[in-house]
């Protein structure tokens, strides 16, 4: 395994303006899933793909998020009209299929994308 | 609602001492339980998980997770600790779906 990937691994922009992040999972797996973390909390759930359907989004995820998965290959999420309170750490993580036995269902995260909105 | 509580913000242990950081968790059903490690500015490290069977699991780094269902807990061990074990720890459960509910994390502190 490769590992996931994400990029960039820092942003930095100004209130206002829309971000786009870019997560490329372990390539056999079909579920991906987004995570939010902000400093001194776990991770919240985000949004998750099973290969390129959207099949939960969390209320966390307001209109002014979108993420996408063509293909069932790498994912985008972009935040428009970006807020101060959107600083978090982005976290993606990929699995194989849920519910299956062994290493199946483990998920593994990849680095992060760090927003700073100024 | 699933939840899970990591009740120590810190735990403190010297080099070579065992180390216990503990999770509690409420979901329905059969839980998938999981434990991450996160090191400064870098992404989640799997480290175990339970799914079924022994309730003594083993993972990463001799780190083991004893599951107990009466208690609902799911407390990381380690016989021995090391300094390069610093690190904040996160014990998760997934839901039926599959997303992970993590707890709010534990800081452990190795000293030499």
């Known amino acids: 395994d490769t590992g996931v990937s994400q990029n960039p691994r820092h942003k930095i922009t100004k209130r206002g303006q829309n971000v786009t992040f870019r997560c490329d999972p372990i390539?056999?797996?079909?579920?991906l899933y987004w995570y939010r973390q902000t400093l001194g909390q776990g991770p919240e759930f985000l949004t998750y793909?099973?290969?390129?359907?959207?099949?939960?989004k969390s209320r966390l995820l307001s209109d002014r998020f979108s993420a996408e998965r063509p293909k069932g290959s790498f994912s985008t999420l972009e935040i428009q009209r970006t807020e101060q309170g959107d600083s978090a750490m982005y976290l993606c993580a990929s699995s194989l299929e849920f519910g299956s036995s062994g290493r199946r269902d483990t998920q593994y995260f990849g680095p992060g994308t760090r927003l700073t909105v100024l | 609602a699933q939840s899970v509580a990591q009740p120590e913000d810190q735990v403190n242990v010297a080099e070579g001492n065992p180390l216990t950081v503990k999770c509690t968790y409420s979901v329905s059903g059969n839980p998938y339980l999981f434990w991450y490690v996160q090191y400064p500015n870098r992404g989640l490290q799997f480290l175990l998980k339970?799914?079924?069977?022994?309730?003594l699991v083993k993972g990463s780094y001799g780190f083991e997770a004893e599951f107990n269902k009466s208690q609902t807990s799911f407390h990381l061990k380690k016989p021995s600790a090391l300094v390069s074990d610093s690190a904040l720890y996160f014990c998760a459960a997934a839901s039926n779906t599959g997303k992970l509910i993590f707890g709010q994390g534990t800081t452990l502190q190795v000293k030499p």
């Open positions: 390539s056999e797996h079909n579920r």
């Open positions: 339970y799914i079924t069977g022994d309730n």
């Open positions: 793909f099973q290969n390129e359907a959207q099949l939960e």
